[in-house]
């Protein structure tokens, strides 16, 4: 029989682990925190409180994952309607920002600017047309200069941490909804004519279902996970993928080190993502990925679910430079979440609200999707997303620190009192979003390329495919990658003639 080796055990590698133990397959996870779920674990504070890496509900775009998850946590997983909104110069917007609630905040003095602007966008388009490289070249030219000045254009720096114009112009095309600038100015002017008139404008909310378990987003993982164990797979937490050990180009083991838990009380940190390539020392300044000896378990396939450039290095020489070369190309963006403990059954008007102009990004309250239980009936759990440079001064900060700046914005906000905080944690990731710097197109054509070299290692998932996916896909990919390898089909027959776009796994 053969025996497959997961490395990472998030939701995509334990789908993709569950999926093959379930039919019989010899399975192994690997897992370098000492819990298992990744992204979309739930770590506990110190009376048992859950917190998640920022607001974790799962969406329902693919039936067989929803089946999944439903039969997974079959005591609870009440839907509820979307309720999101954007925090922008002192008013609620329902998010995504659409036409109509661009122009609610636009004076018709701006509208008109915002108007020319387009149209002078127009014009050039038919006198010089240009390649539209990056995200800033996509979103000037579809919706004008100050429409892109106003929101996309700070927010988008805020977030990934670079200028628009050095993100790729598919990133913007795939992540900013397309405003048509004419519904914006012909709105605005009939917002100034509502304000004569005494009439607003009305319109229905976004309302999609969103899935959550009472107890917390990791309920699915742990079930996936236990399910792997009770179909004789192996789950191993604490073990970091140290390398990939190939014969004749086939696969023949995976080397990897126990390491220590990434959480420290002394800071604050429930826990810290890290793929040890990164040269983070994660507790009391100890050197975490290079603790323990180096260890090998055998095993003659890899379902890979770790960071796509990680795989290329753990790889090494199997590789070709120029792969190896493309795969520096990609970054990932860290994040750190600043989760709060706040003696108040509820703080926020929406689900989770995005913020341009605080410290963090996103605020969101767990009990809000769903998370009934994630607490104590008079408390809450209030998530806030703070997108961060490795080793900068949000990363280093301790909890408390965090608390220190944010507590007070919140407190600006009317959303609690600074002395309601009873907890203040931080869980990170050094792979929280992958960066589609302008470019990476032709790294990833490299690498599809280069992976079609090695017929026995599938990739897939959020950092394995290097794609901005939620769980539902991260597990959909999981579930392709267990099925390609059940199928016993040649990677060539499964994703050949498949474009990146349409992958889900490679
Ligand atoms: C702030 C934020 C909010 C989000 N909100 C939502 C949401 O509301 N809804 C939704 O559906 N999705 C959401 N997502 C996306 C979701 O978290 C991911 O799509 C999903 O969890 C990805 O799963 P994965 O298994 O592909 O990757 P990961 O969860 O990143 O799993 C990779 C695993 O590999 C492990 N690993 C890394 N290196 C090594 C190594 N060398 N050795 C061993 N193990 C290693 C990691 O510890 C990790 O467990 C959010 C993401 C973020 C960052």
């Known amino acids: 029989m053969s025996h497959t080796i997961v490395l990472g055990g998030g939701i995509c590698g334990l789908a993709a682990g569950s999926r093959l133990a379930a039919s019989g397959e010899r399975v192994t996870v690997l897992e370098a925190q000492e819990f298992v ?62 036409a109509l609630d661009m122009a609610r905040s636009m004076s018709p003095v701006i509208a008109l600017r915002a108007f020319m602007d387009y149209f002078a966008e127009i014009l050039r388009k038919r ?26 254009g700070p927010y988008t720096e805020k977030v990934w941490g670079v200028h628009p114009s050095r ?43 969103l899935f959550y378990p009472p107890k917390g987003a990791g309920l699915i993982s742990d079930r ?28 023949s083991g995976v080397r990897f080190r126990r390491v220590i838990s990434t959480a420290d009380p002394a800071r604050g940190q ?12 994660a507790v009391n300044g100890l050197p975490w990925s290079q603790l323990g000896p180096e260890e090998r378990i055998a095993g003659d396939q890899i379902v890979n679910t770790l960071p796509l450039p990680v795989l290329f290095e753990l790889l090494g020489d199997a590789s070709r430079p120029e ?13 750190s979440i600043l989760g709060l403990r706040v003696r108040r059954s509820r703080c926020l008007p929406a689900q989770s609200i995005y913020f341009q102009d605080k410290t963090f990004t996103r605020l969101s309250e767990t009990r809000n999707y769903g998370g009934t239980e994630i607490c104590g009936p008079d408390e809450t759990v209030l998530l806030c997303d703070i997108t961060c440079d490795l080793n900068g001064p949000i990363w280093n900060a301790t909890a408390d620190e965090l608390a220190r700046i944010i507590g007070p914005e919140l407190a600006a906000e009317g959303f609690l ?24 197109e032709a790294a990833i054509d490299t690498l599809m ?19 901005y996916v939620d769980m539902d896909i991260a597990s959909e990919m999981g579930l392709a990658m267990a099925d390609h390898l059940l199928s016993g089909s040649t990677k060539a027959a499964a994703i050949g003639a498949v474009p990146y776009e349409d992958r889900v796994f490679a």
Request: proline share 4%; no cysteine; charged share 25%.
């Open 37 to 98: 779920g990744g992204l979309a674990a739930t770590l506990r504070g110190a009376t048992g409180a859950g917190f998640d890496f920022g607001p974790h509900a799962y969406h329902a775009r693919n039936e067989r994952v929803l089946a999944l998850f439903k039969e997974l946590a079959a005591d609870g997983f009440p839907a509820r309607a979307k309720n999101v909104r954007i925090k922008f110069r002192g008013r609620f917007f329902k998010y995504p920002l659409e």
């Open 167 to 209: 993100l790729a112009a598919s990133f913007a095309q795939h992540r900013i909804p397309h405003i048509s600038l004419m519904k914006v100015v012909l709105s605005s002017l009939r917002k100034g004519y509502a304000k004569r008139t005494g009439t607003e404008h009305r319109y229905a909310p976004l309302v999609i279902e």
């Open 224 to 251: 996936l996970a236990e399910r792997i164990r009770a179909a004789g797979g192996a789950v191993h937490t604490g073990t970091l993928v140290t390398g990939i050990d190939l014969d004749e180009g086939r696969v």
């Open 127 to 152: 006198i010089a047309p240009r390649r539209l490289t990056s995200a800033e070249d996509w979103v000037v030219g579809a919706m004008g200069r100050t429409l892109y000045a106003m929101f996309f």
């Open 449 to 467: 390329h280069e992976l079609g070299r090695f017929e026995d290692i599938v990739t897939g998932g959020r950092q394995g495919l290097y794609k």
């Open 323 to 335: 792969a190896r070369t493309a795969a520096q190309a990609l970054r990932f963006r860290p994040i």
């Open 270 to 281: 429930l826990g810290m993502l890290a793929n040890g390539r990164e040269g983070v020392s």
């Open 417 to 440: 009192a600074i002395d309601e905080i009873a907890e203040a944690v931080v869980l990170r990731s050094t792979m929280g979003y992958p960066v589609y710097l302008v470019g990476y």
